[in-house]
């Protein structure tokens, strides 16, 4: 099984990268990319928790890419499955790399999500699946060269998904003082009236390590690279960099005992 599960991640990995790579004509560029993280998982009920997230990506040399404030509410519907029916981001985009777009359009962002966990001999596998509506900030030029902003008019539909695999090394599970290594891949795919690129437009691939402070704070870092299609099919980005990952958990179930 655990052969199986390496040579499905690794036919994913490589059937990707053959379809973002398979374009000649589109013009490419390869960019530094360092990207930071910090989750919340707020348990309030057996069932409810509460995401709260902060993303904080630049490129380069620490340009301003993207920032993100995330929310949600996750819904355990069994040991294993959970879902977020209804969640929210806003993003804060800014012009960067070789690459940079006209204008800065920020976005507005609502978001479903099912995941699904399960162990597989000693690999702990998620399986996220997410469904995105996008709205974004859209600018025109007028004639004689005044910038408009038109609101957040452009409208987008995302899914992405997500399979990610850790594996304890001095432990049979991630429990606290537990190192592990993790492994993901996530593809994107995006359609709407400005899209006309209708082939998977975004790839993430991450390898790195992982440490459980205790039980509510741990950290993942590692190697990260982003391939990333524009909406007209035409460039694409090769970002190449490092991600840093903190959680922070809190059980309010437990706390309020």
């Known amino acids: 099984m655990v052969r199986l599960a390496s040579s499905l991640l690794l036919t994913l990995v490589l059937s990707l990268q053959a379809v973002f790579a398979q374009s000649n004509e589109r013009e490419k560029v390869t960019q530094a990319i360092q990207w930071f993280a910090i989750t919340s998982n707020i348990k309030m009920t057996e069932r409810l928790s509460l995401l709260l997230e902060g993303q904080f990506r630049y490129a380069d040399d620490f340009d301003p890419q993207q920032y993100q404030a995330r929310t949600a509410l996750d819904v355990k519907l069994t040991k294993n499955l959970s879902i977020a029916p209804l969640a929210y981001v806003y993003t804060w985009n800014y012009k960067y790399g070789k690459q940079p777009a006209l204008f800065e359009n920020n976005e507005h962002r609502i978001w479903q999500q099912v995941s699904y966990k399960h162990d597989l001999k000693r690999f702990k596998v998620d399986h996220r699946l997410r469904l995105e509506e996008r709205f974004i900030q859209h600018h025109s030029v007028m004639s004689d060269g005044t910038i408009v902003d038109d609101g957040y008019t452009n409208n987008q539909t995302r899914i992405r ?42 790839n993430r691939i991450f390898a790195g390590l992982g440490y459980q402070f205790n039980d509510k704070l741990g950290m993942i870092g590692g190697f990260l690279n982003q391939t990333l299609v524009k909406s007209n099919g035409t460039k694409q980005e090769n970002n190449i960099g490092f991600l840093i990952h903190f959680t922070y958990n809190v059980d309010l179930t437990r706390d309020n005992q």
């Not at 593809?187 to 006309?196: K, L, P």
């Open 161 to 202: 998904y997500r399979l990610m695999a850790k594996l304890p090394i001095n432990s049979s599970k991630i429990d606290v003082g537990t190192y592990y290594a993790a492994f993901y891949d996530e593809v994107f795919f995006s359609w709407g009236e400005n899209v006309t690129y209708n082939k998977p437009d975004q």
